[in-house]
């Protein structure tokens, strides 16, 4: 059969105009969506948020409020290492769409943060003040973490403490038997850090987790249920996103 070149062309001209669009749709819905969540933290009197001094970056931040906020109502989170709380006010105001709870779990003495040792409570206390209704300040090494801090199942952990080995692997360690079938844990640093990789990596090897997504330096994991075939909930964006170079 003889091909029409003109044909050719404007096949290769659909598929090209179909991509370009898809493309378009894509970024369309990112923006929307990020315009209302600038919208929401306003409306919680958190828009100077950005202006809070953190190591997480504002696609990780994005991310961290969307897994919040993706959370069955009235969820209860963890975060372990909230510095000067820039992450608690994203995952608390995705927590206060769903009337969720969350607690923050810091020595807020600056351990293992590269500006030294200096106590940043206060600074903390300031930064979340506007959703303070909804966090409870856990003030203590995450190592110490007993049942009567935590006293319900969680649905989401975000950790981002000490990023030694033995470190990040006992906070999962410890966190795993609080979190539902189908509950989301967060890791920061998981790719700059061999610690928390290899922690990633092991936890994925073990069977008990799946992995649920990844941006920039934060990847996140999904508990599988015990009978492996359902979960707990849903979460809004599983995919895994391209690994930009840009990340801190």
Not at 23 to 38: C, V
Not at 183 to 203: P, Q, R
Request: glycine share 6%; aromatic share 10%.
């Amino acid at each position: 059969m003889k091909l029409n070149p003109f044909k050719n062309l404007l096949r290769i001209f659909v598929y090209k105009a179909m991509g370009f669009t898809a493309f378009s749709i894509k970024k369309s819905s990112y923006w929307l969506e990020t315009i209302q969540m600038k919208a929401y933290l306003k409306s919680l009197h958190l828009n100077n948020v950005g202006k809070i001094f953190s190591y997480t970056t504002p696609e990780e931040l994005r991310t961290l409020f969307i897994l919040a906020r993706s959370c069955p109502a009235n969820s209860t989170a963890l975060e372990i290492g909230s510095h000067l709380g820039a992450s608690a006010c994203y995952i608390g105001a995705g927590l206060n769409w769903i009337d969720g709870k969350l607690l923050c779990v810091d020595t807020w003495q600056n351990d293992t943060v590269p500006e030294g040792a200096r106590d940043t409570f206060d600074e903390f206390k300031k930064n979340t003040s506007a959703i303070n209704n909804l966090i409870t300040p856990i003030r203590k090494r995450s190592e110490n973490l007993t049942s009567t801090d935590i006293l319900t199942m969680l649905h989401l952990v975000f950790i981002d403490g000490d990023h030694s080995y033995a470190a990040a692997k006992k906070d999962l360690e410890i966190i795993t038997p609080w979190v539902v079938d189908g509950g989301i844990v967060a890791l920061h640093d998981s790719i700059f850090f061999e610690g928390v990789s290899k922690t990633l990596g092991e936890a994925l090897a073990s069977g008990d987790w799946q992995l649920a997504g990844n941006i920039q330096n934060l990847t996140w994991l999904r508990k599988v249920s015990k009978n492996r075939t359902e979960f707990a909930f849903k979460i809004e964006q599983p995919k895994i996103v391209e690994i930009s170079n840009s990340a801190r």
